[in-house]
């Protein structure tokens, strides 16, 4: 591992955020075109080394503290990253590389990119550290880093749908984190503690005896991360925001900042409260994904069809993890695994659609048409990603899915199987509709002149299809990413052992 | 319930079926000799000469059996999603108060512990 790495994967965005204006006004200066985009390609490119470094050691077994500034935990800030952290920070370094590669051609006729990129990066920053830290209280503010970054970046064109999609998600998004914090401010007033590990140390001794402030704290909590994930009823920011901001912020919504709240779904149920969630979680999990693909049926907005798409697929992975709670670890890996496919043919979906967006200046349907003829590359790039969505063997999808549908058999709610079917089924619909009125029919006259997407888009779309097509043919490749992710989530004793040594349980959550 | 799927050996079963049907494709095509004219290749409409635009489907009526069917869910709940913040900050607050009730009762009723 490269030393430092826990704490390099965060600081590098953050700073790389901090000289993008710096290089901006260079670029504008002495005239150097997309040096900025170049150089958050650079920042990323690095990054993904770092935490390529930092994810082969724990694949290869181990569980990494980096304590900040010396101090040991709880007194001191940890990072702590264990199989299910890694997975994550892969797929946000991983993705976030292909966003940025996207954004050079996708944005290189608009202004303001020092701020763009800045943003773009502090965002990540944010990301990389929510699913890094071992703390609550720095979980909030890396959570709060994110969410204000994307605020921003929602509205960044300042067009009209920009600008009510970024203030919808600002106090929406403001809802959840202050939940979030509010139920930190309680965990910390019952237990004393901010460390992650401490707390769930200390929370065991209220085995029996629940106090109302705990329950109160976690359904805080719970309402926080759901706001974050947009569950249904707290999905409603989400629509708005993905349609009105730019395409590549779209995707970066749909992708990496999947990751975070599905992150915090996984940990759910065992760190730092341990409380039984899995009856909630499916339950939003399946109401999720009927509303979300049932609103999706209707749209006449491309980009909006997606984003109810997202709410969906979300729907798929909360029931997964729901599932992995009543003790089917095919239903918790089917969970972890379907993000992983979801961040990529999402992205990829988005992609395709900014693309389309770009080219023929227009997101309706109805505006639409004939576009295979013109940009065939784009969609046989879009075909990969509906087949892929929908559930349709041998794409990736299919199999994350599929783990999710023997889950529901195995624990004997075939109910919850006949739903998750008919909902790939409505998927599949919803995007053979999508691919008519894009790609296919008659072109109309003002899309004559429409040319194929710019080959830097091409790349990244190409890259996220070949993934899906990769993972779908050999699933193994992601059963080895999700299995230890599955198994560390489920081991909080093996977490809290890691943080503070084999005799602290035993000690009821004392130091030694 | 073990994880059984073999996707190469369905891919390759996929891609056979394809290129079987091609084949199958191109022998009708070599039985019977397309002889296209302009004539065939312009849209019937009753007559009317329409453009291309016109020919698009219209993406509301693509699935307006299903939108018939489930009526209801599309009264309510579609026409629920305003864009009005307000109400959406209400159903979050209801959520949220769901939630809470949830797990209360959960620990209280059902005697679930940490």
Redesign the interface.
């Known amino acids: 591992m490269i030393p430092h790495s826990p704490i390099l994967a965060i600081v590098l965005p953050l700073l790389g955020g901090f000289l993008s204006p710096v290089i901006g006004i260079l670029e504008r200066k002495h005239g150097w075109r997309r040096a900025t985009g170049i150089f958050a390609l650079i920042v990323m490119g690095v990054v993904c080394v770092v935490v390529g470094s930092m994810v082969t050691d724990v694949w290869a077994g181990q569980f990494i503290i980096y304590e900040l500034g010396g101090w040991s935990p709880p007194w001191g800030i940890n990072l702590a990253v264990d199989a299910l952290g890694a997975q994550m920070a892969l797929m946000i370094a991983g993705l976030g590389i292909l966003v940025v590669l996207y954004s050079l051609s996708y944005m290189r006729d608009e202004t303001g990119l020092g701020q763009f990129y800045a943003l773009l990066l502090i965002v990540i920053a944010g990301m990389m550290g929510t699913v890094l830290t071992g703390d609550m209280f720095n979980f909030y503010v890396f959570l709060e880093i994110m969410s204000v970054g994307s605020y921003a970046l929602v509205a960044f064109r300042r067009t009209p749908e920009g600008i009510e999609g970024g203030i919808k998600y600002l106090f929406i998004g403001s809802i959840g984190t202050t939940s979030i914090l509010i139920s930190i401010a309680m965990l910390y007033g019952l237990v004393g503690s901010l460390n992650i590990a401490d707390i769930g140390a200390k929370l065991t001794l209220y085995s029996g005896n629940v106090p109302p402030a705990l329950t109160l704290a976690f359904a805080l909590f719970v309402t926080g991360v759901m706001v974050k994930v947009a569950m249904v009823p707290f999905h409603t920011w989400l629509p708005d925001a993905l349609t009105g901001a730019p395409t590549v912020v779209s995707a970066l919504l749909a992708g990496p900042a999947a990751v975070v709240g599905i992150y915090w779904v996984a940990r759910l149920p065992y760190l730092p409260f341990g409380m039984p969630v899995g009856v909630i979680l499916v339950s939003l999990g399946l109401l999720s994904m009927v509303v979300g693909v049932l609103m999706a049926l209707v749209q006449r907005d491309f980009k909006r069809m997606l984003a109810y798409h997202v709410i969906s697929q979300k729907g798929y992975m909360v029931l997964g993890i729901g599932l992995g709670t009543f003790g089917s670890v095919l239903g918790a890996q089917g969970g972890l695994f379907h993000l992983l496919n979801h961040s990529t043919y999402k992205c990829l979906l988005f992609m395709c659609a900014g693309a389309v967006l770009l080219q023929a200046n227009s997101q309706k349907f109805d505006e639409l048409g004939g576009l295979g003829k013109k940009m065939p590359v784009t969609a046989a790039m879009f075909l990969v990603g509906s087949l892929a969505i929908s559930g349709i063997p041998p794409m990736n999808g299919f199999v994350s899915k599929y783990c999710i549908y023997l889950s529901g058999l195995e624990l004997g709610q075939g109910w919850i199987t006949a739903i998750a079917v008919v909902v790939s089924a409505l998927t599949l619909a919803s995007f053979l509709k999508a691919f008519s009125s894009v790609f296919l029919g008659q072109l109309p006259g003002r899309l004559e002149g429409v040319r194929e997407a710019p080959r830097p888009m091409l790349i990244s779309m190409a890259i996220m299809a070949a993934v899906c097509v990769a993972i779908g043919l050999l699933p193994a490749i992601g059963f080895n990413i999700v299995g230890p992710a599955q198994a560390a989530a489920e081991n909080s004793v093996g977490y809290i052992t890691h943080v503070f040594g084999e005799n602290y349980l035993a000690a009821g959550g004392m130091m030694p | ?1 073990e ?1 059984i ?1 073999d ?2 050996m ?2 390759a079963a ?1 891609l056979l079926c394809s290129a079987v049907g091609y084949v199958i494709l191109l022998l009708s095509r070599m039985g019977t000799k397309p002889r296209p004219n302009p004539e065939k290749n312009r849209t019937y409409a009753c007559g009317e000469v329409l ?3 016109e ?6 009526g ?2 307006s059996p ?2 018939k069917v ?1 009526k209801p ?2 009264r309510r ?2 026409g629920a ?1 305003t ?1 009005d ?1 307000n109400r ?2 209400l ?2 607050a ?3 108060l769901v ?2 009730v ?3 009762l ?2 209280v009723v059902l005697g ?3």
Request: glycine share 6%.
């Open positions: 319930m994880f799927w996707p190469l369905v891919t996929m453009k291309p635009e020919l698009h489907p219209d993406s509301a693509f699935f299903v939108k489930i869910f599309y709940v579609g999603h864009g913040l959406y900050l159903w979050i209801a959520g949220l939630l809470f949830t797990v209360f959960m620990e679930w512990a940490l």
